[in-house]
Protein backbone atom coordinates (compact mmCIF):
# COMPACT_ATOMS: atom_id res chain seq x y z
CA UNK A 1 0.00 0.00 0.00
CA UNK A 2 1.09 3.57 -0.80
CA UNK A 3 2.67 6.16 1.78
CA UNK A 4 -0.35 7.94 2.74
CA UNK A 5 1.57 11.02 1.80
CA UNK A 6 1.92 10.48 -1.82
CA UNK A 7 -1.70 10.26 -1.95
CA UNK A 8 -3.10 12.56 -4.03
CA UNK A 9 -0.27 15.25 -4.67
CA UNK A 10 -0.21 14.84 -8.96
CA UNK A 11 -4.01 13.96 -8.69
CA UNK A 12 -6.31 17.07 -9.82
CA UNK A 13 -9.05 17.30 -7.74
CA UNK A 14 -11.50 19.28 -9.93
CA UNK A 15 -14.56 17.93 -11.38
CA UNK A 16 -13.95 16.45 -14.39
CA UNK A 17 -16.10 14.41 -16.91
CA UNK A 18 -15.25 10.76 -17.02
CA UNK A 19 -16.06 8.08 -19.57
CA UNK A 20 -18.36 5.27 -18.24
CA UNK A 21 -17.79 3.00 -20.78
CA UNK A 22 -13.39 3.32 -20.02
CA UNK A 23 -14.63 2.46 -16.15
CA UNK A 24 -16.75 -0.11 -17.42
CA UNK A 25 -14.04 -2.14 -19.50
CA UNK A 26 -11.07 -1.78 -16.58
CA UNK A 27 -13.33 -5.13 -14.72
CA UNK A 28 -16.32 -5.91 -17.52
CA UNK A 29 -19.29 -4.76 -15.52
CA UNK A 30 -19.70 -0.24 -14.47
CA UNK A 31 -21.22 -1.41 -10.84
CA UNK A 32 -18.34 -3.79 -10.21
CA UNK A 33 -15.65 -0.97 -11.16
CA UNK A 34 -17.32 1.14 -8.99
CA UNK A 35 -17.70 -1.31 -6.07
CA UNK A 36 -13.56 -2.14 -6.28
CA UNK A 37 -13.62 1.69 -6.33
CA UNK A 38 -15.42 2.50 -3.59
CA UNK A 39 -13.82 -0.06 -1.51
CA UNK A 40 -10.33 1.17 -2.33
CA UNK A 41 -11.54 4.73 -1.15
CA UNK A 42 -12.76 3.86 1.76
CA UNK A 43 -8.84 1.94 2.52
CA UNK A 44 -7.25 5.29 1.61
CA UNK A 45 -9.50 7.19 4.10
CA UNK A 46 -8.88 4.87 6.80
CA UNK A 47 -4.92 4.91 6.01
CA UNK A 48 -5.37 8.89 6.16
CA UNK A 49 -7.55 9.33 9.13
CA UNK A 50 -5.33 7.64 10.88
CA UNK A 51 -2.44 9.37 10.02
CA UNK A 52 -3.80 13.03 10.28
CA UNK A 53 -5.06 11.59 13.73
CA UNK A 54 -1.68 10.23 15.11
CA UNK A 55 0.44 13.59 13.53
CA UNK A 56 -2.73 15.80 15.84
CA UNK A 57 -2.19 13.51 18.90
CA UNK A 58 1.06 14.68 18.88
CA UNK A 59 0.11 18.28 19.69
CA UNK A 60 -2.33 17.64 21.89
CA UNK A 61 -2.90 18.84 25.13
CA UNK A 62 -4.93 17.44 27.57
CA UNK A 63 -5.54 20.29 29.83
CA UNK A 64 -8.51 22.09 29.09
CA UNK A 65 -6.62 25.55 28.30
CA UNK A 66 -8.59 27.52 25.52
CA UNK A 67 -6.15 29.72 24.86
CA UNK A 68 -3.58 26.70 23.88
CA UNK A 69 -6.62 25.47 21.25
CA UNK A 70 -6.69 28.23 19.73
CA UNK A 71 -2.77 29.40 19.16
CA UNK A 72 -1.85 25.94 18.00
CA UNK A 73 -0.41 26.64 14.48
CA UNK A 74 1.07 23.54 13.93
CA UNK A 75 -2.11 21.80 14.01
CA UNK A 76 -3.68 24.43 11.75
CA UNK A 77 -0.92 24.12 9.20
CA UNK A 78 -1.26 20.17 9.52
CA UNK A 79 -4.83 20.17 9.27
CA UNK A 80 -4.72 22.86 5.96
CA UNK A 81 -2.58 19.91 4.18
CA UNK A 82 -4.93 17.56 4.74
CA UNK A 83 -7.96 19.65 3.41
CA UNK A 84 -6.26 20.06 0.43
CA UNK A 85 -5.32 16.58 -0.55
CA UNK A 86 -7.21 14.65 -3.43
CA UNK A 87 -10.24 12.90 -1.85
CA UNK A 88 -9.93 9.51 -1.70
CA UNK A 89 -12.40 9.06 -4.07
CA UNK A 90 -10.66 10.92 -6.86
CA UNK A 91 -7.49 8.91 -5.81
CA UNK A 92 -9.06 4.98 -6.03
CA UNK A 93 -10.64 6.43 -9.20
CA UNK A 94 -7.19 7.16 -10.54
CA UNK A 95 -5.27 3.94 -9.14
CA UNK A 96 -7.98 1.78 -10.91
CA UNK A 97 -7.79 3.45 -13.83
CA UNK A 98 -4.00 3.42 -13.94
CA UNK A 99 -4.07 -0.43 -13.25
CA UNK A 100 -2.47 -0.05 -9.40
CA UNK A 101 -5.44 -1.53 -8.25
CA UNK A 102 -5.46 -5.35 -7.75
CA UNK A 103 -8.92 -7.00 -7.26
CA UNK A 104 -10.07 -10.46 -8.03
CA UNK A 105 -13.77 -12.26 -8.10
CA UNK A 106 -15.01 -14.15 -5.82
CA UNK A 107 -15.51 -16.90 -8.89
CA UNK A 108 -11.53 -16.65 -9.41
CA UNK A 109 -10.87 -18.36 -6.26
Known sequence: MN??????QSIDSSAE??????IENKSGNLY???YIISRRA????????EE??????EFASHQDNLEEVFENREQ??????YERMAKP??????EFLNDKIYYRSKDEE
Do not use: C, M, W
Open 3 to 8: SPKKYG
Open 52 to 57: LHGKLD
Open 32 to 34: KSL
Open 76 to 81: IEISKY
Open 89 to 94: TLIALD
Open 42 to 49: KQISGVIK
Open 17 to 22: VRNLGE
